[in-house]
């Protein structure tokens, strides 16, 4: 059984920083054979891809909405991946889910992922 538990969501200003955390488990899991993804769903509407991280770290892909502003990263020998999530706005208010997908690349496809967690609220405020 496969664990993704997403933390460091919360309330902050616009242009303000957060840093998600999705820490790994299983008996059978090998967090370093799977590529990583963080996807995010505001009210009303379709979850929407944010970023995608491989299996080595060395390749990440980011939606347009976020890149030079979010930067993904893991760290293999602890079992997690983060989200630096920099100069925030209002509009990147949605709940925020860590996703895992066996193979070497992420995608921005979400039907692509074999497990995901329950997801972090993050919150911005204008």
């Known amino acids: 059984q496969v664990q993704l538990v997403e933390s460091g969501g919360g309330l902050v200003q616009a242009g303000g920083s957060l840093r998600l955390s999705c820490a790994a488990s299983?008996?059978?899991?090998?967090?370093?054979?799977?590529?990583m993804g963080w996807f995010r769903q505001a009210p009303g509407k379709e979850r929407e891809f944010v970023a995608a991280i491989s299996r080595s770290g060395g390749s990440t892909s980011y939606a347009d909405s976020v890149k030079g502003r979010f930067t993904s990263s893991r760290d293999n020998a602890k079992n997690t991946v983060y989200l630096q999530m920099n100069s925030l706005k209002p509009e990147d208010t949605a709940v925020y889910y860590c996703a895992a997908r066996g193979s070497i690349y992420g995608s921005s496809n979400y039907a692509a992922y074999d497990y995901w967690g329950q997801g972090t609220q993050v919150t911005v405020s204008s």
């Open positions: 299983g008996r059978t899991f090998t967090f370093s054979m799977y590529a």
